[in-house]
């Protein structure tokens, strides 16, 4: 982590490759954090892919304050120094929970010009340590969770010389590895001293092992990088892909998923030395796994077991209807020759056990 003197902490999710699960962990970690009663201000640096915005707002308005309007602001000024303040000031931010506000990325419907690449990169670097200095001021914010976009471009790259912890979402499959390289060589080419990267690999597959993983990766890394520091490995979850859009929390509502036990021990892991005042109670229990809730593992243990219920399901059936074929249907050939009956008593069950499956299957999420 990069020295915190007066600054407040800034944590931002960047990534090589989309999809791997920043919006997913900002809003999250974001959330995890507003627990403590202090402000917590996420911002939503994804113009174009509005993740945690769209996520956690119904419509933005054109008199909403954005990341967008006040980039434009800022860079589109020749003098751009201490100007976000005035921007800010007696303007409201959107409130997302208690304690959580959101920056905006772009009002709804905005289309955004890609003005980023068009400015030079110590531009947008003031631009963004003037922001995070602005809004901390105007809000009394005691903590920053950056959802960025993916890949290489400027602004994302920039947010590594302004936040204390830039942490790299990957996932553990060569191709998102080779964009985690890549970006993580952009990071360093920029700040080559002052940037601190750290990595999470997301979403494994239940087919890896954690721990082979955990070996392979480090290795991996360690070849090309000195000092790493992985943060964290996160199994890919049915539960999680499937609750995605529909909850805004997991860490609420899920919160005995292995997604919502690694945001706590991420939020303890970077806050309990320098900021442990941010860090809820309710973390260590998340962490520990001991809150009230569903309990679900990689695969959703409520929908593994309604196919193992169908699966016996069809057995029955299977061989009741066998049995049954073994002479003619009627009550009274069933009674007359036991194999029929056991066979109709075996189908039957089958069907029902079948039905249950099928029931628990709907009841479920
Ligand atoms: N551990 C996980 N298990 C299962 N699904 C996951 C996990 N982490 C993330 N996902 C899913 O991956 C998808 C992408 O997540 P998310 O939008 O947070 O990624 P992102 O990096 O912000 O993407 P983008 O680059 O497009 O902004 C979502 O459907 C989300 O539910
Ligand atoms: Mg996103």
Not at 153 to 181: F, K, N, Q
Not at 246 to 253: A, R, T
Not at 335 to 355: D, F, K, S
């Amino acid at each position: 982590m990069k020295e915190l003197n007066d600054r407040i902490p800034i944590i931002a999710f960047l990534s090589g490759r989309g999809g791997v699960g920043k919006t997913l962990l900002s809003v999250n970690l974001a959330r995890l954090l507003s627990k403590s009663r202090k402000s917590i201000l996420l911002i939503d640096l994804d113009f174009y892919n509005r993740g945690a915005t769209a996520l956690l707002t119904g419509t933005v308005n054109r008199d909403a304050i954005t990341g967008y309007a006040l980039f434009k602001h800022a860079v589109t000024r020749k003098k751009a120094s201490g100007d976000l303040a005035s921007k800010l000031k007696g303007r409201k931010l959107v409130q997302a929970a208690e304690f959580l506000f959101l920056l905006p990325s772009t009002v709804t419907g905005e289309i955004v010009d890609w003005m980023e690449y068009r400015c030079e990169s110590q531009q947008i670097a003031q631009f963004l340590s003037q922001l995070v200095r602005a809004v901390a001021e105007e809000y009394g914010i005691k903590c920053i969770v950056i959802d960025c976009r993916a890949g290489p471009d400027p602004l994302s790259i920039a947010v590594a010389g302004v936040s204390t912890h830039t942490i790299i979402v990957s996932e553990p499959d060569r191709i998102t590895w080779d964009g985690t390289l890549n970006l993580h060589r952009y990071i360093l080419n920029q700040y080559p001293r002052e940037a601190w990267v750290e990595f999470l690999i997301n979403k494994i597959p239940e087919k890896y092992e954690l721990d082979k993983i955990r070996a392979e990766y480090e290795e991996i890394l360690g070849r090309f990088l000195k000092s790493l520091r992985i943060l964290g490995y996160i199994p890919f979850e049915y539960d999680i892909f499937e609750s995605f859009g529909e909850i805004k929390f997991v860490i609420d509502e899920l919160a005995r998923t292995s997604m919502s036990r690694n945001i706590a021990s991420l939020a303890i892991e970077l806050l309990s030395e320098i900021y442990p005042s941010l860090i809820p109670e309710e973390a260590r229990s998340i962490e520990a796994g001991t809150l009230r809730g569903a309990s679900r593992g990689p695969r959703s243990t409520g929908l593994r077991w309604s196919r193992i219920v169908m699966m016996a399901g069809i057995i029955y059936t299977v061989v009741g209807c066998s049995l049954l074929l073994y002479g003619n249907w009627g009550l009274r050939v069933l009674l007359a020759e036991p194999i029929r009956l056991v066979g109709a008593v075996v189908a039957g069950t089958g069907i029902i056990v079948l039905l249950v499956g099928r029931i628990a299957g709907w009841f479920r999420r």
